[in-house]
T-cell receptor, first 114, second 109 residues
Framework: DAGVTQSPTHLIKTRGQQVTLRCSPKSGHDTVSWYQQALGQGPQFIFQYYEEEERQRGNFPDRFSGHQFPNYSSELNVNALWLGDSALYLC?????????????FGPGTRLLVL | RKEVEQDPGPFNVPEGATVAFNCTYSNSASQSFFWYRQDCRKEPKLLMSVYSSGNEDGRFTAQLNRASQYISLLIRDSKLSDSATYLCVVNPRDDKIIFGKGTRLHILP
C-alpha cells in the first residue's frame, strides 16, 4: 500500500521563476491538501482539493494555485517566486473532504528560492 | 489570541521521566483534534487523535478540555526516541486544518 508521494524532493529556483510540485495521494484517498512549512514553524494550510476542485483555501496569495487530476493526484504551482517562498511544501491526503478524517503526509518538497 | 498556540520549548527531559505539554485553541466550535510528531527534516506523522473522553496509547495519553479550550499530551517513561517536535492540530468546523508551531522535546540520556 503506497503512501503519499511527492516530487521532486528538492528544488532550487531564483526569484521571479515559477515552480510546479506534484503529489500522489495514499491509495484509497481522494482529497489532497497542501501546506507550507517554514523553518521553525508549523505547517500552514494553503488549500485543499476534492473532486478536482479547490474546496478550502488558507491565507495565501493568488500566486499559489493548484490542480487535481481524475486519478486524485495533485499539483501545486507557485508563480513569481519570492525569497520568502523558501520552505518545505507538504502534501497530505485523506478520504472525503468535509469529514474529520486523518491526514497522511508525504515526505515534502524542499524549495529554496535564491 | 492565536488560533492554535503551543509552548515552543524546548523541553529538556531526562530519560524515564514524565512530560506533558498543552495546546490552546481559540475557536470553541472546533470539532476534532490531533497530535502529530515531526522528526527533524521529516514530514509530520499522526501520533494520536484526541477524543472528548481522552485516550491512551501505550505511554501516551491525550486529553481534551473543551471548557478551557486546550488539549494535552502526556508522555510517560520517556525514551530517547521520543525526541521530536510535537504538533497540535485543530480542525475547526469549516474543515481548515490548523497546526500549532510545535513543541520541541529533547530526551536526555
Amino acid at each position: 500500500d503506497a503512501g503519499v508521494t511527492q516530487s521532486p524532493t528538492h528544488l532550487i529556483k531564483t526569484r521571479g521563476q515559477q515552480v510546479t510540485l506534484r503529489c500522489s495521494p495514499k491509495s484509497g484517498h481522494d482529497t489532497v491538501s497542501w501546506y507550507q512549512q517554514a523553518l521553525g514553524q508549523g505547517p500552514q494550510f494553503i488549500f485543499q482539493y476534492y473532486e478536482e476542485e479547490e474546496r478550502q483555501r488558507g491565507n495565501f496569495p493568488d500566486r499559489f494555485s493548484g490542480h487535481q487530476f481524475p486519478n486524485y493526484s495533485s499539483e501545486l504551482n507557485v508563480n513569481a517566486l519570492w525569497l520568502g517562498d523558501s520552505a518545505l511544501y507538504l502534501c497530505a491526503s485523506s478520504r472525503g473532504a468535509g469529514r474529520q478524517e486523518t491526514q497522511y503526509f508525504g515526505p515534502g518538497t524542499r524549495l529554496l528560492v535564491l | 489570541r492565536k488560533e492554535v498556540e503551543q509552548d515552543p520549548g524546548p523541553f529538556n527531559v531526562p530519560e524515564g521521566a514524565t512530560v506533558a505539554f498543552n495546546c490552546t485553541y481559540s475557536n470553541s466550535a472546533s470539532q476534532s483534534f490531533f497530535w502529530y510528531r515531526q522528526d527533524c527534516r521529516k514530514e509530520p506523522k499522526l501520533l494520536m487523535s484526541v477524543y472528548s473522553s481522552g485516550n491512551e496509547d501505550g505511554r501516551f495519553t491525550a486529553q481534551l478540555n473543551r471548557a478551557s479550550q486546550y488539549i494535552s499530551l502526556l508522555i510517560r517513561d520517556s525514551k530517547l526516541s521520543d525526541s521530536a517536535t510535537y504538533l497540535c492540530v485543530v480542525n475547526p468546523r469549516d474543515d481548515k486544518i490548523i497546526f500549532g508551531k510545535g513543541t520541541r522535546l529533547h530526551i536526555l540520556p
